[in-house]
Nanobody, 125 residues
Framework: VQLQASGGGSVQAGDSLTLSCAAS????????RGWFRQAPGKEREFVAG????????TYADPVKGRFSISRDNAENTLRLQMISLQPEDTAVYYC???????????????????WGRGTQVTVSS
């Protein structure tokens, strides 16, 4: 399984961005997919996840109501729509896949088996 994230950039506070993560590999359409982020000097943290079935989504508290995760299994693409971005959202964003996840969403990075290279999101005040 290979994951490739894209869509990052430098924006102003209050702006929007949409991140995409293209996936290749067998069965990846059934895996739980997630977005994580890591700011300088901080640990990688869960942002949002969507189950393999697509029936469950989970968000970290700081992004609830502002970020929306979705998946297109026909194209094996994961998206993260981000609105009302704030400087504290500045981080490298990573997409990940959990091959054992179908009906649930794990929030621990250790539960994810595959990772893409990150994409930088910088929000200026």
């Amino acid at each position: 399984v290979q994951l490739q994230a894209s869509g990052g950039g430098s924006v102003q506070a209050g702006d929007s961005l949409t991140l995409s993560c293209a996936a290749s590999g067998q069965f990846v359409s059934t895996y739980t997919r997630g977005w994580f982020r890591q700011a300088p000097g901080k640990e990688r943290e869960f942002v949002a996840g969507i189950s393999g079935s697509g029936g469950r989504t989970t968000y970290a508290d700081p992004v609830k109501g502002r970020f929306s995760i979705s998946r297109d299994n026909a194209e094996n693409t994961l998206r993260l729509q981000m609105i009302s971005l704030q400087p504290e959202d500045t981080a490298v964003y990573y997409c990940a896949a959990d091959r054992e996840g179908y009906a649930s969403v794990e929030v621990s990075p250790a539960k994810y088996d595959y990772w893409g290279r990150g994409t930088q999101v910088t929000v200026s005040s």
